[in-house]
């Protein structure tokens, strides 16, 4: 168990606790004699950290004994000078020892002495002082989680369940409501609710904030939890308790969960020449799914499109690779996005391969709160090579990478391991794209019919148009009364295809 790589010290305490352990025909440490630890097997630094510990029960101070000597301790001691001693030996084997490097004359850094001294101490007062015994698995796995939500609000400890839930949630079908989530101040955030879900056919935005499911409160929750509650049988209701901005008082929401099939890629022809696309999600099949998509709209428009919304908004992202995939489909060269963290192999690089699938047709991309990470990846790219004009409100603004590690017993850890930035060296990180023209949130109502003002058309005997008569005249009033519609249920679309007629018609001019 301790070859070569393991540190002496490590091995040294492993001993110790080996000793302690009780077997037949023998006591562990418990409040009779401990087995002695030979300073030899240890450096001699090590022995000065551990007379440091300021731990004293029944009048006797916790040391290192010598070769032969048999000092009293109790079970409480025994335990802080294992758990001490644990974490200082693991620490010293991943090389962030207080020794001097022999033959090097340099020095590593030193160890956080106070701070292993108090987590030791609390770790003994809860296994003696607290109401009820609590389990030594669960008081590590708790300490294993604080550190990592202590880090950033993506970082997290996941055991073998919520493992097996974040693998679910890539294949495109799993049961629960249909939002994606986040953490902010101790709740739930709502990053976005997916398309065609009961999420959002219940009302649930971007931005909501979950403070109560069912009756439980999720102040105190893990994420995992808050998620593993979500999730049911399909057909089972859940009451949400969220509070909403503009609202003065939170807002409670019930719904039927149910299997959630995640389609990645919708889209349709808006107008003759001018298609729209919009995904939902990235998952690993979208960049194929898109292209197929694009090609079937080129197709029903003769060949070629004049002109495409990509709409992104309340996308809250998904895999990295096909954020590259969509926005290689649009790009000739150039760089697409690139990562930057502490170890090599999350320093990345993703460049454009030759072929514009649309062949230069102009393309108008909306974004919106709820639009982050992969969202923002393909926003940026497109941006930056003037590819693409943005419309909509700033994006969520979540620029980081997270790398899933496996662990031992099927457990995992979900790390933030880089940063991303788009190819002209911006940081998305809290601070999210900023459209090139931004939109209001805002709700177009028809005003009440009022007088018809008087056209030509209108005046007695007024000379007729020798080019458009009747049927022609017909469609022209029938486009503009589907273009009002489009204004009144998704005014930003409306503006984006306008948008996109104006750059097509310019286009037109300069040929």
Known sequence: MCGAPASPVFCALLSAYMACQPVAGRRGCGSGSVPAVRAAAMPRDI??????????????????????????????????????????????????????????????????????????EVFGKIKSDYVEEVDDKK???????????????HSAYMDADAFKELQVGTTGQFGGLGIEVGMED?????????DDTPAQKAGIQAGDLIIRLDSAPVKGMTLGEAVKIMRGKPGTDIEL???????????????????????SVKSRILEDGFGYARITQFQSRSGRDLEKALKDLMEQSGGSLKGLVLDLRNNPGGVLNAAVDVSDLFLDKGLIVYTEGRIKNSQMSFKASPGDLLGGAPIAVLINGGSASASEIVAGAL?????????????????????????????????TTALYYTPSGRSIQAEGIVPDIELESVKLAKMEKSLKMLKEADLAGHLENGTRRGKAAGKAEEKVGEEKSLAETDYPLF?????????????????
């Open 186 to 194: 101790g709740f739930v955030k709502v990053i976005a609710p997916i």
């Open 241 to 263: 308790t969220i509070v909403r901005e503009g609202e003065e008082k939170p807002l409670t929401i019930t719904i039927t969960r149910a299997i959630i099939k995640v389609k």
């Open 139 to 153: 008081l590590l796995e708790g300490a294993i989680r604080g550190m990592l939500a202590d880090l950033d609000p």
């Open 383 to 415: 941006q930056d090579h003037k590819r693409a004009v943005i419309l909509g409100q700033p994006s969520f603004g979540k620029g980081s990478v997270q790398t899933v590690l496996p662990m031992q017993g099927g457990t995992a850890l979900k790390l």
């Open 495 to 511: 503006e984006a295809l306008n948008l996109l007629k104006g750059l097509y018609i310019l286009g037109e001019r300069d040929d």
């Open 47 to 120: 022995g000065r950290y551990l007379h440091e510990v300021p731990e004293e029960y029944s009048g006797r101070r916790v040391t290192i004994v010598a070769a032969g000597e048999h000092r009293g301790m109790t079970s409480r001691q025994s335990i802080i000078i294992l758990v001490f001693g644990v974490v200082v030996g693991v620490m010293l084997s991943l090389g962030h020892g207080v020794l001097a490097e022999r033959g090097t004359g340099q020095v590593s850094p030193s160890l956080p002495l106070d701070e292993l001294r108090t987590f030791t």
